[in-house]
């Protein structure tokens, strides 16, 4: 008996995408089945149509929306999956058309300004519109067939749109209909018919996933329906809005394990970034991380075992549930043995992973708005054509910056979430004792007043650069919103770039605590402002006229301030200081915002003998008493792909303000582990860390219901 809501616990979910018709005649659907459960997956989602090249109406199943149907493969394969206990969510195609059958169908294409039908998804493909009322009527009616197959449930890839679109005939109908006015043709931000052109797109989206739920629910209730969605990038392009989107779907996925060409270029935490934001987004429903087995460009060629291993680990240490999916002829090799190894470890441990939450003291705030209206490159992905950057309009890139924020506290050994606008309200805040808000700079009044409450009641607060300087809709005000929180007035706006210029420490406040020199390079961009209330720790010197001259004296800018503000306080720093530690991760400003965190939060855990390249997470199940701490060892050879990770020996975990555990142990290494109590903390000694490890510490105590 299969029990119910399945799908909250944890999974292990496969997608071998099947080769062309003419190959999958040839498949044993026993032996599909059983391969993938010999590999530990428990879920999977599977291709029903022959989408090499785009849909073309080649069908694996019964439909009345096929031009042919080589085999009736789901019905062989069903009873064969479900025999070995893996539930089975069809994938289904909703954004790539063949070119072809996309000439019998114009009507159903994305078009772009020039009124040209879009041609060239990954190199040869249509997209279908969501406002296409005949697209719509075909796609539905081949979900409302599969729904009477004994499936647990449909995955939609796509629908998104593709850059520069849409300005078919039933968009622009549509907006005339809602809006009264043309689409836009020009993207001009300060435009309202543009901020409603990205509205449009946003709701569009999210209404074509709310009819397909209905479709697929009408007819099979207990099936569960998810698209691809939105990972921690800027998404304004593709319009797809998680929060919107989580009204219809059961779990939330994304591609945060895709990684693409030069893996230098892609942070090591990529699944961890994903995860983070879509804990936060989910309302509570499970989570998914997509992890591409390849080394993508190259679809055929797979990512070494322990990138594999790392992708898995970044995204179980998160909370999220993985993903792997490859084509079905590079479904063996050693990077899908590394995957099946995690898989069986997930499968033999779920007890650990299920219902877990995070317990960190420190959010960090991702703002889409900002994402949106401010600037933000995009990163490369398949389905765009190049990476995307967004005309220059303002000093920073948000998106860099805050990748950059993102690696310094994971580097720091720092406990955070991910929180959004959405979570910015305060009795989600009280649970954080710091907020981190790296150059969020476009936030709405209501968002404002509610982190100014949180600092007043007590919180405490670390911004940079432009955060609050413009309204939700990239609008720049005369005053930062929150000037009272960071105790300074607005001055005469951004200034640099400065690409060889400094600044200088002017406190021995103990924000400073460690680092190595009083002059320090400062960030490539600067914004005035003049203190009110709050005192400078830092300050730039003016502007260097040449190379090796004598070192110019202070300017009147402060670079840093420290601000006290009701009951909380406030460290604001005048520059676009996450970029830079993006780009050089500068020793002394990460030891900085450590330090801030340090006397800004409590420490709940802190690691010994281990370098910055491990990430540490630590969750709890609420109503057990039992607390997971998840190592994941990022340490390779100084480049990538890891080929092999440098194992950590004799590492201390101390833990801080908890009770003395009955019993710990170390999942991966299965063996139990030695504690001792020194000064009130409980120190773990781990004796060897590999790529991963989840240790887990009983208490007779729940530690935090
Ligand atoms: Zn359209």
Redesign the pocket.
């Known amino acids: 008996m299969l029990d119910e809501q399945w799908w909250r616990k944890p999974l292990t979910i496969a997608d071998f995408t099947l080769p062309d018709a003419e190959e999958v005649l040839k498949i044993n659907p026993a032996q599909l089945a059983e391969a993938k459960s010999r590999l530990g997956f428990n879920a999977e989602h599977l291709g029903c149509s022959d989408v090499w090249g785009g849909e073309k109406g080649v069908f694996y199943f019964k439909t009345r929306i096929a031009r042919s149907m080589p085999r009736d493969f789901l019905s062989e394969y069903l009873p064969e999956a479900h025999k070995r206990g893996i539930r089975v969510l069809i994938y289904y195609n909703v954004h790539w058309i063949n070119i072809e059958f996309g000439k019998e169908h114009p009507d159903w294409l994305?078009?772009n300004k020039e009124g040209k039908i879009i041609d060239f998804l990954y190199g040869s493909g249509n997209s279908p519109?969501v406002?296409?009322p005949s697209w719509r009527e075909w796609s539905f009616q081949g979900i409302e067939d599969l729904a009477s197959y004994d499936v647990d449930g449909i995955f939609l890839d796509g629908p998104a749109y593709y850059p520069g679109?849409?300005y078919?005939k039933?968009?622009q109908e549509k907006f005339k209909r809602k809006y009264g006015s043309n689409i836009p043709r020009k993207e001009d931000w300060k435009d309202p018919a543009w901020r409603e052109f990205i509205e449009f797109r946003y709701e569009s989206i999210a209404e074509y996933l709310r009819d397909a739920e209905k479709t697929l629910k009408k007819v099979k209730p207990n099936a569960i329906i998810y698209m691809n969605s939105a990972g921690l990038w800027p998404t304004w392009i593709e319009a797809r809005d998680n929060r919107r989107l989580m009204s219809y779907q059961d779990m939330l996925g994304a591609e945060g394990g895709f990684l693409y060409y030069d893996l230098r270029a892609q942070p090591l935490w990529k699944p961890g970034m994903t995860a983070k934001l879509l804990e936060t987004q989910s309302s509570g429903k499970p989570t998914v991380v997509f992890i591409a087995g390849a080394n993508k460009g190259w679809d055929e060629y797979l990512l070494t075992p322990a990138e594999t291993k790392l992708l898995y680990a970044e995204t179980i240490a998160n909370g999220a549930n993985p993903w792997y999916g490859v084509s079905l002829s590079s479904a063996k090799g050693p990077g899908v043995l590394a995957a099946g190894e995690m898989n069986r470890f997930i499968m033999g441990n779920t007890e650990y992973l299920e219902h877990t939450t995070s317990i960190a003291k420190v959010g960090l705030f991702w703002s889409k708005r900002t994402a949106d209206f401010y600037r933000a490159s995009i990163p490369f992905a398949d389905f765009h054509p190049k990476e995307v950057k967004i005309e220059e309009r303002k000093a920073a890139d948000y998106f860099a910056g805050f990748q950059g924020c993102f690696e310094l506290l994971v580097r720091s050994h720092v406990l955070f979430d991910i929180i959004d606008e959405e979570s910015i309200k305060l009795e989600n805040l009280r649970k954080y004792d710091l907020i981190i808000a790296p150059n969020s700079a476009c936030i709405s009044k209501d968002c404002a007043d509610t982190i100014r409450e949180y600092v007043r009641d007590g919180g405490n607060l670390v911004a940079s650069f432009e955060f609050s300087r413009y309204d939700e809709y990239g609008v720049l005000l005369k005053e930062f919103r929150l000037a009272e929180v960071f105790g300074v007035k607005a001055g005469r706006g951004v200034f640099g770039p400065m690409m060889m210029d400094y600044m200088s420490i002017v406190s021995d406040h103990p924000f400073v605590e460690g680092v190595s020199a009083k002059l320090l390079p400062c960030p490539a961009f600067g914004v005035e402002v003049i203190p009110v209330t709050s005192r400078a720790i830092a300050m730039y010197n003016e502007k260097m006229p040449a190379r090796y001259v004598r070192l110019p004296p202070l300017s009147k800018n402060p670079a840093i301030l420290i601000n006290k503000y009701g009951g909380g306080s406030c460290l604001y720093i005048a520059g676009n200081f996450f970029d830079h530690y993006n780009s050089y991760h500068n020793p002394d400003y990460r030891r900085m915002i450590a330090n801030a965190v340090r006397l800004m939060s409590r420490t709940l855990v802190t690691l010994d003998n281990c370098p910055q390249s491990v990430e540490v997470t630590l969750r709890h199940q609420p109503g057990k008493c039992r607390m997971l701490i998840h190592l994941v060892n990022f340490t390779g050879e100084m480049t990538r792909p890891i080929e092999s990770v440098l194992p950590i020996r004799d590492l201390k975990i101390v833990l801080h303000g908890f009770d003395k555990p009955r019993y710990a142990k170390a999942l991966r290494l299965n063996m139990e582990l030695d504690w001792e109590e020194v000064e009130q903390n409980v120190v773990l000694k781990l004796p060897v860390l590999q790529e991963y490890e989840i240790v887990v510490l009983e208490s007779s105590r729940k530690p935090f219901d």
Request: include cysteine; glycine fraction near 0%; charge should be neutral.
């Open positions: 994305q078009v519109c406002n296409s679109t849409c078919c039933n968009c």
